[in-house]
Nanobody, 116 residues
């Protein structure tokens, strides 16, 4: 069974930075793609960034150049470094584990609020 626990959210002023972490239990982290999503009130959940087990990354256009996704396979943890935050980045951020075979797993979410 896989469990994902996010941390690092909070309240920050525009232009500030936060680093989100997502720690995974189980033994499939190293062979899985990890992704961060976000959902703002009244909006659909959207992909923010992903990183494959080989380390390839992809970002939403809205966060390119500001956010960086990384992973530490020794710690079963994926990170999202968020810089130059904007009020429109305010959302609940979720991490997702996507194994090559089988179901996806989601974390419980962490709130990020950016004040103007």
């Amino acid at each position: 069974q896989v469990q994902l626990v996010e941390s690092g959210g909070g309240l920050v002023q525009a232009g500030g930075s936060l680093r989100l972490s997502c720690a995974a239990s189980g033994n499939i982290f190293t062979v899985s793609t990890m992704a961060w999503y976000r959902q703002a009130p009244g909006k659909q959940r959207e992909t923010v960034a992903l990183i494959t087990n080989a380390g390839a990354t992809n970002y939403a256009d809205s966060v390119k150049g500001r956010f960086t996704i990384s992973r530490d396979n020794a710690k079963n943890t994926v990170y999202l470094q968020m810089n130059s935050l904007k009020p429109e980045d305010t959302a609940v951020y979720y991490c997702k584990l996507q194994p090559a075979v089988g179901r996806d797993y989601w974390g419980q979410g962490t709130q990020v609020t950016v004040s103007s």
